[in-house]
């Protein structure tokens, strides 16, 4: 079973980086394609990005593109997502998640969670 952790969320201030990382376990992630997914509280999941299997196809939300990256190394079985010029709606719990299937058809491997907070 195909387990997700991530990390490397936290507080920043406007126009700030971080960088996510997500860790997977329990199964290789090289027939995943792996999906960033944010939430705020009492809102809908929005689909941040998407990255297939091989990494050679990418998607983004038009909320995050131009600002946030993302990438794979299926050899260390870890999935990124660099995030730079942060605005305070970026402001939200990011998970990692990942499915048998290109982007765009759900996820069904899903991580805790990051939060991460973009302060003014």
């Known amino acids: 079973q195909l387990q997700l952790v991530e990390s490397g969320g936290g507080l920043v201030q406007s126009g700030g980086s971080l960088r996510l990382s997500c860790a997977a376990s329990?199964?290789?992630?090289?027939?995943?394609?792996i999906g960033w997914v944010r939430q705020v509280p009492g809102k809908e999941r929005e689909e941040v990005s998407c990255?297939?299997?091989?990494?050679?196809?990418?998607r983004y939300a038009d909320s995050v593109k131009g600002r946030f990256i993302i990438s794979r190394n299926n050899a260390n079985n870890s999935a990124y997502l660099q995030m730079n010029s942060l605005k305070p709606e970026d402001t939200a719990i990011y998970y990692c998640?990942?499915?048998?299937?290109?982007?765009?058809?759900?996820?069904?491997?899903w991580g805790k969670g990051t939060r991460v907070t973009v302060s003014s």
């Open positions: 990255i297939s299997v091989r990494g050679d196809v990418t």
């Open positions: 329990g199964s290789t992630l090289d027939t995943y394609t």
């Open positions: 998640a990942a499915v048998r299937a290109p982007c765009g058809y759900g996820m069904d491997y």
